[in-house]
Nanobody
Framework: QAQLVESGGGFVQAGGSVRLSCVGS????????IGWFRQAPGKEREGVSI????????PYADSVKGRFTISRDNAKSTVYLQMSNLKPEDTGVYYC???????????????????WGQGTQVTVSS
């Protein structure tokens, strides 16, 4: 059974940093694109970033460019999201997602993902 488990969320002051981790199991991790979505209170889920299995490229949402960095360690079946210079608007539940590398959909398409984690809360205080 495929599973994604996030960790690393919590409370942080504006300007601080947090690193999220996502461990995958039950599927061929290194063959999947792995990403992060987030959902702020009262808002729709939005794509934050993804790391493609084919070439390791890493697009980001405009709102996090230059502040967030995604990386993966296939040997540990783990993807990380390093978040720096955090802002109150970064508050939300962060979800790890995975999809087959054969997907032809734009990475921000929610429905293109095969697996979702349960989410981890990140709260940034001003």
């Amino acid at each position: 059974q495929a599973q994604l488990v996030e960790s690393g969320g919590g409370f942080v002051q504006a300007g601080g940093s947090v690193r999220l981790s996502c461990v995958g199991s039950g599927f061929t991790f290194d063959s999947y694109d792995i990403g992060w979505f987030r959902q702020a209170p009262g808002k729709e889920r939005e794509g934050v970033s993804i790391i493609f299995s084919s070439d390791g490229s890493t697009p980001y949402a405009d709102s996090v460019k230059g502040r967030f960095t995604i990386s993966r360690d296939n040997a540990k079946s783990t993807v990380y999201l390093q978040m720096s210079n955090l802002k109150p608007e970064d508050t939300g539940v962060y979800y790890c997602v995975a999809r087959t590398s054969l997907s032809g959909s734009i990475w921000t398409t929610l429905g293109s993902y095969n697996y979702w984690g349960q989410g981890t809360q990140v709260t940034v205080s001003s």
